[in-house]
């Protein structure tokens, strides 16, 4: 058996989630039945992250084993020849190594950090240009108020303010590295980095943060929030449709042919 890696790009709108359901509208599922339909066998598939209904993915990774013989070109092309347009291999890597061996890749614990955006579109008129693909508020936002707000977030801290009631995570305790908030004309973009996420824990952020952007709350509500633990003090879950998962982070060791940048196609 040899592992294969895959780097997975694909546009939510059309797709319940990532995971696979009963009903086969998710990617996984997509994905599952075009690797069955090229190889002509069953193979199980394993993400970095699942991805909720109507959320991106600039860069999921993915593996699967297998005893079957492809160089990585024939992967790609292979794979994809059985996809929906809204779904695309972008790289393949095989790896060396026993995947029955602990320290082997594994496309979610191996992961050191994963990193997300999310577009909002700021602007008194929504535009049907941007439906699905970008989150949308129609009363200026202050960025650098929103910017200011995210000092106390940085670092280990207990998300459980911003985590969704059905959130299967062991434990509400997540490492921040980084949270960037930058104005692109109309376009405002969240980028957050962090060692994992809990269910809808960034979507409730920038609910809360569009409450300070807006002069609703202080810039200081964010911290209060956060100490608090308790999800009904702070906004409402913000829509899906402008969230991407962008990238995740892995050893150098692997020497995965990941895409260059973490940017979305736009910037």
């Known amino acids: 058996m040899k592992r294969i890696a895959i ?19 998710t990617v996984q599922d997509k994905l599952e039945h075009a690797l069955l339909e ?3 066998a069953p193979l199980a598939t394993t993400c970095a992250g699942r991805t909720d209904a109507g959320v991106h993915a600039s860069e999921q990774v993915v593996h699967f084993d297998t005893d079957l013989d492809r160089v990585p070109y024939a992967w790609l092309r292979g794979i994809n020849a059985f996809l929906p347009p809204s779904i695309a291999v972008r790289w393949v890597k095989e790896l060396e ?4 061996v602990l320290d082997f890749f594994h496309a979610r614990f191996s992961a050191q950090a994963r990193t997300y955006h999310y ?9 049907p240009l941007l439906v699905g693909r970008a989150g ?12 200011a707000a995210v000092a106390p977030l940085l670092g280990w801290h207990d998300f459980s303010t911003f985590r969704a009631a059905q959130c299967q995570a062991k434990s509400p305790v997540k490492l921040m590295h980084d949270i960037q908030i930058r104005r692109h004309g109309e376009l405002i973009v969240f980028t957050l980095k962090a060692n994992a996420f809990l ?3 960034v979507r409730n952020l920038v609910g809360s943060l ?15 929030l956060l100490e608090s633990k308790n999800r009904g003090l702070a906004a409402p879950t913000f829509m899906p ?11 150098e060791k692997w020497a995965l042919p990941q895409e260059a940048t973490s940017a979305l196609p736009w910037f």
């Not at 569009?210 to 209060?224: A, P």
Request: hydrophobic residues 30%.
């Open 136 to 147: 949308f508020y129609h009363r200026p936002l202050d960025v650098e108020r929103m910017q």
């Open 199 to 201: 269910h809808h824990m």
């Open 7 to 25: 780097g997975l790009q694909y546009d939510g709108q059309a797709w319940q989630g990532y995971q696979k359901q009963v009903h086969g509208l």
């Open 38 to 40: 090229f190889t002509k």
């Open 97 to 100: 190594g026993d995947p029955g």
């Open 210 to 224: 569009v409450y300070i952007g807006q002069g609703r709350e202080e810039v200081s509500w964010l911290g209060e």
């Open 241 to 251: 449709d402008g969230l991407y998962l962008a990238k995740i982070d892995y050893d």
């Open 119 to 127: 577009v909002l579109y700021n602007n008194p008129t929504r535009s």
